[in-house]
């Protein structure tokens, strides 16, 4: 989990992601992006009933894709608030296929501070 000022909590700051930002989409995964005024980046991870009715498939795919955030943040452009939507199809995917995924959209964004290499 990250802390408090890392994540996304307010309904207005999602809706002005999803206003304003850029998206990438695949099959698994849609990321949303915009700028945002602090020197950090701050997430935010849906994961809705669409892609299981059960709260523990939910929570395990939050959980994997939490990871995969907290791993990689040192390697994403800062001053930025992303949004991870989950598909229904990441609810048959391995951590690292779902880690590819996020990989995949995050290059297309350009928010990977290798890819502007």
Known sequence: MFRKQFRL???KE???VFKKGKSSYDKALGIKMVKNEVDFNRF??????KVSKKAADRN???RRLREILK?????LNLSY???IIALPNSKTKSF???EKSVF????????????KK
């Open 60 to 62: 395990k795919i939050k």
């Open 104 to 115: 995949f959209s995050l290059k297309r964004l350009n928010l990977l501070k290798l890819a």
């Open 14 to 16: 999602f809706e002005k």
């Open 9 to 11: 909590t307010r309904d």
């Open 96 to 98: 690292q296929e779902l």
């Open 71 to 75: 791993n990689n943040q040192k390697n």
């Open 81 to 83: 608030d992303i949004v």
């Open 44 to 49: 935010g991870v849906i994961v809705s009933t």
